[in-house]
C-alpha cells in the first residue's frame, strides 16, 4: 500500500506489525530507522520497540504466530535465547548462534536470521585487520568473531568476557567453523587492556557504556591504544561513547555502532518486505 507520509500516517486495522524484542529497548534506534525506511517504500506498517523479560522470552516468540506480525528484530539479551522457539534457521544464524531478525518463510514456518555479520562487516570496508579482540560474548560479539574470520579474514581473534566459561565456548564454537590458519581464541578478562594494545582492531560487542551509564567503559585504561589501531563500538547511543572518546584521544581511528545498525536494519527491512531499504531515509531520520 502506498500514499503515506511520515506526518500523515494513522494505523489501521490493515496496518501490518513489526518489533523490536529486547531488554532494555527505550534506548533503541530501531523504531527511528524502520519507521523511515517504512514511510519512504509507502508501506502500510508500523515497528514498535517491546521490552521483553527473559523469562518470557519463549511466550513472545511465539506469540508472534498468534498475533500476525510481519517478523521481529531481536536484541540484548536474546539473541542466542530465541533459537530454541524458532522452526527453521538460516546457515549464517545456525553458523554464528544467535539471531537477530526473525521473519516468517515462504512455507509459513518462523524462521531466524542473523544480519548482525554483515552489518558489522560492511562500515570496516577493504581494512583486513591481522589481529582482533572482540570485548563480550553475547549475540553481538558472536558476529563480530565469525565475520572477522569469515568475511574479512583476521588471522588471530581473540574473545574476552567477564565469564570466562562463556568466552571459551564462544571462541571454540566459532574456531571450529573458521578456515585453515585463522584462530579464535578466548582471553580472561583481566588480560583484556594489556591485549588491547597488541592488536589492530578492537571491538566492544558489550553493552558498557550503553546510556544511561554513558561514563564507563570497557577499557577504563586506555594507555595501551594508539594511532595504529581501528576502536569499533557496536554501542550507538550515546554517539560517541566514552571508549571511543578515549581513543580518539590516543590517536587511534574510531567507529561508532550507527553504521552497523543500519546495515543490519536494512536486511532486516528486506526479509520483511522484499524490498531495498532507503538506507539515505533512515540517515536523515537519525540527523546523521
Known amino acids: 500500500m502506498t500514499g503515506f507520509s511520515e506526518h500523515s500516517f494513522l494505523p489501521t486495522g490493515r496496518t501490518r506489525l513489526a518489533l523490536l524484542l529486547g531488554d532494555p529497548v ?19 506498517m508500523i515497528y514498535v520497540a517491546v521490552r521483553v ?27 542466542q535465547a530465541v533459537l530454541p522457539y524458532l522452526d527453521h534457521l538460516t546457515a549464517a544464524a545456525r553458523a554464528i548462534g ?24 560492511a562500515p570496516i570496508g577493504g581494512l583486513a585487520p591481522a589481529a582482533a579482540l572482540v570485548l563480550g560474548t553475547g549475540g553481538a560479539a558472536r558476529a563480530a568473531a565469525w565475520a572477522l574470520g569469515h568475511e574479512l579474514g583476521t588471522m588471530r581473534v581473540d574473545v574476552c568476557g567477564r565469564r570466562p566459561d562463556r568466552a571459551a ?41 550503553m546510556h544511561p551509564h554513558e561514563d564507563a ?29 578515549d ?14 545498525l543500519i546495515g543490519q536494519a536494512a536486511a532486516s527491512f528486506r526479509r520483511w518486505t522484499g524490498r531495498d531499504m ?10 546523521i
Open 169 to 209: 565456548q564462544l571462541a571454540r564454537e566459532i574456531n571450529v567453523q573458521c578456515p585453515k590458519g585463522i584462530t579464535v581464541a578466548s582471553l580472561p578478562w583481566e588480560e583484556r587492556t594489556r591485549r588491547a594494545g597488541e592488536v589492530d582492531l578492537i571491538v566492544n560487542a558489550t553493552s558498557v557504556g
Open 98 to 121: 544467535a539471531v537477530n531478525t526473525i521473519y516468517f518463510g515462504d512455507d509459513g514456518r518462523l524462521s531466524g536470521d542473523n544480519t548482525d555479520a554483515a552489518g558489522f562487516a
Open 217 to 245: 567503559s570497557p577499557l577504563p585504561d586506555a594507555r595501551h591504544l594508539s594511532e595504529r589501531q581501528l576502536v569499533y563500538d557496536l554501542v550507538y547511543k550515546p554517539h560517541p561513547t566514552r571508549l571511543l572518546r
Open 278 to 287: 532507503d538506507q539515505s531515509a533512515a540517515r536523515r531520520a537519525l540527523s
Open 247 to 260: 581513543a580518539a584521544g590516543r590517536g587511534a581511528r574510531t567507529l561508532g555502532g550507527l553504521d552497523m
Open 53 to 79: 523479560d527473559a523469562a518470557h522470552i519463549g511466550a513472545a516468540v511465539h506469540g508472534l504466530k498468534a498475533i500476525s506480525v510481519v517478523g521481529a528484530n531481536v536484541t540484548i539479551p536474546h539473541k
Open 26 to 44: 527505550s534506548h533503541s534506534l530501531s523504531p527511528t530507522i524502520m519507521t523511515a525506511a517504512m514511510r519512504a517504500a509507502g508501506l502500510d
